[in-house]
């Protein structure tokens, strides 16, 4: 689903956020991409949404290399993958319906399934009856999962996520998790960048290290 | 697009016919066109000001066109054909002038003589000027006698009018021969002048709504950053993140539109009824005519055109501008 083939990215100021990075992940698998700030994380969650571009090196979606992606296709490309952020990225001036109804809306979708999915996605994160409300009145554990139900709701095959527990104590962090590995589990590919070790290592799931710009260590439990 | 529909094909988009996807995308058309108007109703008081600038800017314009049409017309009975005026002098009799009216009648060139005797001017003077009281104080009639030549239509081209002038003005008895169309002329090359002039104030003045509208746009783009950000974020087209700014542009030159008609019209009503005073002391049943369907219709449609011209400037500016990082 996600391949690196000796992907560097260098920024016009110079500096080298990805050095030569290279990884395949199979459709609907579950990993973790870990390392300190300013490692590359971010990075290369943005060269896979192709809100940025490699410099040398390619990236592979499902097959698709973006370097041949036109601008104007770019929109059409994101509608397949669900990003969730560390700051929500909510429309406070929208109640969650509307917030999460939004990809579905830009995906032209019809009214009537919009209800549907919408009500599907809410519940999914456990925020069914909270439609009505604002980002504004919910805690920032509830924002998140308003964030992770607009992502899911247009049912895409991958689901990339910055640093989703950030802000979150580590029970609600754990909630957050195991919703992703529920996703996992239905056969959505499930990319979550984190410096949360502590977490990270009490789950199964593969482990993907940077520093400074380079994959340094790549484990796998179920090897 | 293979590999997109490869992509989406795991997860259970419903199939759409191509007339169920127009109706749904004639349907989000139509709730942005409206979700615009409710935004600018959340600030009533910014949007009428905009609106009002455009109206402004538009109704100096429009209401000058309002002047010269209405010139036009007062004027537009002026026009047809010329006429010469033989002023004769003041020896000649009745009998006389007669005779030359018979003589000019004979002339190829001509259509038609009228002969007004001196005193008839003086009694049409009268009738006409208001001045009839001062008149009464002058022992002698001043005004000679005159003969109103129509020349024919052949002759009527501006040579074959100034060859007649020039003969007309040989017989003996012309104190004067006289082409009335001289001040005709010269009021339509002056109304020619305006009616340019207002062309060229339009032109400013619709570009100034246009960068009215621009910037007014602009700063809705930026006041909306965030928003615009996650749209991008989630596969937003530009033409779907365009489109409630266009939409508002379209509201804010319907608005200034409308508020241009309201201003002249309610100029030319104030106007109206002195003018229908002025005309009655000169015999006239002159009357302003006021904004017509067709007019307000290119009112609107301008005034609605610049405003999408307006913000789609700006868009297509500011809107690459903001990418998500």
Do not use: C
Request: hydrophobic share 45%; aromatic share 8%.
């Amino acid at each position: 689903m996600i391949r690196f083939t000796h992907t560097s990215k260098r920024y016009a100021s110079g500096y080298d956020a990805l050095q030569n990075v290279s990884f395949h992940m199979p459709p609907g698998q579950m990993a973790f991409l870990t390392g300190h700030s300013g490692a590359g994380k971010s990075t290369l969650l943005k060269l896979i949404a192709l809100l940025e571009r490699s410099s040398r090196g390619q990236v592979f979606i499902n097959g698709q290399n973006l370097a041949k992606i036109p601008r104007r296709r770019i929109p059409y490309f994101r509608r397949n993958i669900g990003i969730i952020f560390q700051d929500h990225q909510l429309l406070f001036d929208r109640t969650v319906y509307d917030n999460v109804a939004l990809p579905l809306i830009i995906a032209g979708q019809p009214q009537r399934e919009i209800g549907k999915r919408v009500r599907a996605a809410l519940d999914k994160v456990g925020l069914l009856g909270k439609e009505k409300l604002y980002p504004i009145t919910l805690s920032g554990g509830e924002q998140q999962r308003v964030g992770i139900a607009r992502a899911v709701v247009n049912k895409p095959p991958l689901l990339l996520a910055d640093e989703p527990t950030g802000n979150l104590d580590p029970e609600l962090s754990r909630d957050i998790m195991h919703l992703f590995e529920e996703f996992s589990q239905v056969g959505v590919t499930v990319l979550i960048a984190s410096h949360d070790l502590a977490l990270i290592h009490t789950l199964p799931y593969r482990v993907l290290t940077l520093r400074q710009g380079q994959l340094i260590n790549d484990t796998d439990p179920s090897d | 697009m293979a590999t997109k529909s490869r992509v989406s094909s795991r997860d259970n988009n419903i199939r759409q016919g191509p007339v169920t996807a127009l109706r749904i995308y004639l349907l989000r058309h139509l709730q942005v066109f409206f979700y615009s108007l409710g935004v600018l109703s959340r600030s009533p008081f910014a949007t009428l000001m905009t609106a009002a600038v455009i109206g402004i800017a538009l109704a100096l314009p429009t209401g000058l066109h309002v002047v010269l049409k209405n010139a036009q017309q007062l004027s537009g009975g002026w026009d047809g054909g010329a006429q010469i005026s033989l002023f004769l002098k003041r020896a000649v009799e009745d009998d006389e002038a007669n005779r030359l009216a018979k003589q000019i009648q004979k002339l190829p060139e001509v259509a038609g003589v009228n002969y007004i005797s001196r005193r008839e001017a003086l009694q049409e003077f009268q009738r006409l000027s208001g001045f009839g009281d001062a008149l009464q104080a002058l022992k002698d009639n001043p005004l000679p006698s005159v003969l109103v030549i129509r020349p024919t239509a052949a002759a009527s081209t501006p040579a074959g009018t100034e060859a007649l002038l020039q003969r007309l003005n040989d017989y003996p008895a012309v104190d004067l021969a006289q082409l009335d169309m001289q001040w005709v002329k010269r009021l339509y090359v002056i109304m020619e002048l305006v009616r340019r002039g207002v062309v060229v104030l339009a032109i400013l003045l619709a570009l100034a709504v246009l960068l009215v509208v621009g910037n007014t746009i602009r700063l809705a783009i930026q006041n909306r950053r965030a928003e615009i950000v996650v749209m991008k974020l989630i596969g937003g087209t530009d033409g779907f993140i365009r489109r409630p700014f266009l939409y508002t542009g379209f509201w804010y030159g319907l608005f200034g539109g409308l508020i241009a008609w309201l201003l002249v019209s309610l100029s030319l009503s104030i106007l109206g009824e002195p003018v229908e005073r002025l005309a009655g002391l000169y015999q006239s049943r002159f009357a302003l005519s006021g904004l017509d369907f067709a007019a307000t219709g290119m009112l609107l449609a301008a005034s609605i055109i610049l405003g999408l011209a307006g913000s789609w400037l700006a868009v297509g500016r500011h809107l690459r501008d903001i990418e998500p990082t």
